[in-house]
């Protein structure tokens, strides 16, 4: 929240600048401005840290188990759209497929008593995830640096802020509690058949959240591929830190604590002078 905090208030104060700017070479002649208006495709890696917050996200479970969090490496790509508001504020909307599989896992220890002899029996607790999204990204990039140096690489760089709109595409779970295969013991279900593995679950995520928001800030820059300014063709590294506003599930059962994404875009932009 400070990082979005401090981001608003560079933006606001880049604002500021900008206008002192233009203020000061009121007198200079005018550069000319150009409507633009992007579209392209985009890919990055995406690294985050999700929690289980409770037992079971409403499945069956022996105990209460404390899987605690992991951290997963993502990956996700998707289009994008951006069109100039004025030389200095643009509009982005992108839509992109994210992926993710978090594996949680840990071990009970329980006493039990082998013909007469207590022994510690390991219970492995085992929950699998697939998460799969469509989301959609509206946000506004702010240039700090207006001018480009050369023709060839234009260190454009913007600040931006933004919702991330995580929709769910059929994200799925499955889980079970497993004793080794060599173990003494068994576990006995309610027919009287023993086996090494109970309270098995697999399909779709108990209270899954179908629609999940999360705000961003971040950072983008331009490499222009062509020897004019502006030009058609652009490469836009990127990078974002992300901050959930919701769960993933209804009771927050499964969340995820913050986010940080990279990756680049190729965009093809329609150039149009202003009058």
């Known amino acids: ?15 500021l600048s ?37 037992p079971s996200l409403g499945f069956p479970a022996c105990c209460t188990q404390n899987f605690g969090s992991v951290t997963t490496l993502n990956w996700l790509a998707g289009l994008s759209f951006d069109h100039t508001l004025t030389n200095w504020l643009t509009v982005d909307v992108r839509a992109h497929i994210f992926s993710s599989s978090p594996q949680f896992n840990q071990q009970e220890q329980v006493l039990v008593g082998v013909q007469g002899i207590g022994r510690q029996i390991v219970i492995n607790h085992e929950m699998n995830l697939r998460l799969l999204q469509l989301g959609v990204e509206p946000s506004l990039k702010m240039r700090i ?3 480009p140096i050369t023709t060839t690489f234009a260190p454009s760089v913007f600040l931006q802020l933004g919702i991330n709109a995580a929709f769910d595409m059929g994200s799925t779970v499955q889980y079970s509690e497993q004793l080794p295969p060599d173990s003494p013991v ?6 009287n ?16 959240r179908t629609l999940q928001l999360s705000a961003f800030a971040g950072i983008e820059s ?22 959930p506003l919701t769960g993933v599930t209804a009771s927050d059962e499964l969340s995820w604590n913050q986010g940080l994404q990279a990756g680049l875009a190729v965009r093809y932009r329609f150039i149009s002078p202003k009058n």
């Open 186 to 191: 068994r576990f006995l279900d309610a027919g």
């Open 1 to 15: 929240m400070k990082f979005l905090l401090l981001m608003l208030c560079a933006i606001w104060f880049g604002a």
């Open 145 to 147: 640096v207006p001018i």
């Open 222 to 243: 331009e490499i222009y591929l062509e020897r004019k300014f502006p030009a058609n063709w652009i490469l836009a590294p990127y990078a974002r830190y992300y901050f």
């Open 18 to 54: 900008q206008g002192q700017l233009c203020a000061q070479s009121a007198t200079n002649p005018a550069q000319p401005e150009y409507t633009l208006t992007g579209i392209g495709v985009y890919g990055g890696a995406d690294y985050r840290t999700f929690s289980v917050n409770a």
């Open 193 to 208: 058949v023993s086996g090494t593995v109970r309270n098995q679950y697999s399909g779709y995520i108990p209270n899954l």
